[in-house]
Structures are given as C-alpha cells and as structure tokens.
C-alpha cells in the first residue's frame, strides 16, 4: 500500500484555496501538476479542504460573537443597568441647549455623597449628574471609591476622652460620644467616616440623620458597654 504523500496533499489544497471558484478546478491552469496525485492522496486531499473550511467557520462565528459583544460593549445602556459598585462609568448627562460649557458625558460613580446628599450619580468633585445612558471606561480603570452600600448598625459609643494626645502631647477634647457604622461582620464602615459629640443629644441627632437616610438601627452603647436600643430601622424605597 502506498503511502499518502503529505507534502503534495498540502501543496494541492493550497492550489485549491487560491483558485476562483468558476472555472472547475480540474480546468483550470495548474491542473496538471497535480496528475501524478493517487486516489488516496485525493481523498486526503478532500479531507484537508473540508477541515480547513470547518476551522474558517468556527473563527468567522468567533468573530462574529466577539465584534457583537465590543459593539454591545461600546453602545450607549440604559442608566438603570449600570454597576453600583464604587467603580466609575461614563455617563451621558442632560445638557441645556444654551449650556456651551457642560460637555455631554462625565465620569462618574454611583455614591450616597456627602452628608447633604442623597444616592446618586456625582462625579469626582462631588457634583451630583443625572445620566440617562451609560459605557463603560477603557482600560485602565480608575481607582475604585470603596462605596458598597450601606449594611449593619449605626452605633453611639460613648468615650472618655482620655488618652486624646497631638503631635504626642496630651489634650484634653470635648468629645465624649463617637457616632458610626458597624456592619453585620463587626467590623467599622471605614467610607462613611464616624463623627465625634460633645453630647449625647448632638450624637443624637447625627444618628438619627444617618437612621434617616441609610435606614439602618441605631443602638447607644455608654461606658458600661450596655446597649440600648434607640430606634428601629427604616424600610428604605
């Protein structure tokens, strides 16, 4: 039995790949160089053209699912589906007509804000936007902001104020109640940042600001570590 000659098998496909279509292959020019081929190496032949066109399907459907999902990728969504997660997106803002100064789109990421904000979208110096649609920022990505949202119990810890020192000096300080959130692990809500009373009342009313806004429990915890209950949660819309 003869063996299949691989070299010439390649060397026929290639010929096939390069031809038009019309006329048939077997009249077209170059033809005869491939009548020394036996019926083995013909039908390797037939084999090798009907893998190599397989593989060209497989990498056009590739393709074709890979420029789909960049163009999906790159095309305006609808705001409501963008992360909120303390990443940054690129958001189409309103604009008025007669506003030649406000561009069109903003970085931004999704935050509660400030103690005077509210949830929303803000942009890096803190200025709240409203966006309709939303893409994706190119590679490298900006650096996360750390907001996750708000989890666990708004607590007033009630401190001595011993110990206060600055620049290793001791001080004495007003403060004698810390207001802040403890999440369900009981660790401390380090994106929302604690705030220290003099009173118990001005405590208080932070937490109850807080309470207000996050919708979360509030507990009174004084020196001897008794906790006290101070109001509920809130169902938050």
């Known amino acids: 039995m003869n063996s299949i000659r691989n070299d010439r098998v390649i060397a026929m496909a290639d010929w096939l790949d390069t031809i038009p279509s019309e006329?048939?292959?077997?009249?077209?020019?170059?033809f005869a160089a491939f009548s020394d081929l036996t019926d083995s190496e013909?039908?390797?032949v037939q084999q090798e053209m009907l893998r190599r066109a397989t593989a060209d399907e497989n990498r056009i459907q590739s393709l074709s699912s890979l420029?789909?999902?960049?163009?999906?990728?790159?095309?305006p969504q609808p705001i409501?589906?963008?992360p909120k997660d303390g990443g940054w997106i690129l958001g189409q803002v309103q604009q008025e007509p007669s506003d030649i100064y406000r561009q069109p789109?903003?970085?931004?990421?999704?935050?509660?804000g400030a103690e005077v904000h509210d949830f929303g979208w803000y942009d890096d110096d803190g200025n709240r936007h409203e966006p309709t649609r939303w893409v994706p920022l190119p590679d490298p990505q900006p650096f996360p902001t750390g907001w996750s949202p708000p989890c666990g119990t708004i607590r007033i810890e009630e401190i001595t104020g011993e110990g206060w020192t600055c620049n290793g000096k001791p001080i004495d300080v007003p403060y004698r109640w810390v207001v802040y959130i403890e999440k369900p692990d009981g660790s401390y809500d380090e994106y929302r940042e604690s705030w220290h009373a003099a009173t118990l009342a001005e405590a208080q009313a932070r937490a109850e600001?807080?309470?207000?806004?996050?919708g979360l429990p509030i507990v009174t915890v004084p020196l001897d570590k008794k906790v006290i209950p101070f109001k509920p949660a809130v169902t938050k819309q």
Do not use: C, M, N, Y
Request: charged share 25%; net charge positive.
């Open 67 to 75: 420029s789909g999902d960049e163009i999906r990728r790159h095309k």
């Open 23 to 30: 006329p048939p292959f077997h009249q077209q020019p170059g």
């Open 42 to 44: 013909i039908v390797a």
């Open 80 to 82: 409501e589906t963008a």
């Open 105 to 112: 789109w903003a970085i931004l990421t999704w935050s509660d």
């Open 209 to 214: 600001r807080w309470r207000a806004k996050f």
